[in-house]
Nanobody
Framework: QVQLVESGGGLVQPGGSLRLSCAAS????????MGWYRQAPGNERELVAI???????ISADSVKGRFTISRDNAKNTVYLQMNRLKPEDTALYYC???????????????WGKGTLVTVSS
């Protein structure tokens, strides 16, 4: 069993900051990429940012310069520091990890249940 648990969402005013965390636990052998996706009401789920095991990152154009993704490999945890938040950042944010378990033959994608970020005055 593998679990991804997100935390850190909430209500923030435009221009404010939030830091999301996601910890992976369970029968994990290794983790390749970890990342964040988001889904706003009426929209499809979209990539926010991902980080490779070596530290390389990919971010959506809409968050570049405002959001920073990082990870602590020793803790199997990924973070998303969100600054200068805008109302259009309002969404349910999901954590994703592409990982290999101790029992599985290949890597698989796992998802958290999501944490809600609301940007409003």
């Amino acid at each position: 069993q593998v679990q991804l648990v997100e935390s850190g969402g909430g209500l923030v005013q435009p221009g404010g900051s939030l830091r999301l965390s996601c910890a992976a636990s369970g029968s994990i052998l290794s983790i390749n990429t970890m990342g964040w996706y988001r889904q706003a009401p009426g929209n499809e789920r979209e990539l926010v940012a991902i980080i490779m095991s070596g530290g390389n990152t990919i971010s959506a154009d809409s968050v570049k310069g405002r959001f920073t993704i990082s990870r602590d490999n020793a803790k199997n945890t990924v973070y998303l520091q969100m600054n200068r938040l805008k109302p259009e950042d309002t969404a349910l944010y999901y954590c994703n990890a592409n990982l290999r378990t101790t029992w599985g033959p290949s890597t698989m994608d796992y998802w958290g249940k999501g944490t809600l970020v609301t940007v409003s005055s």
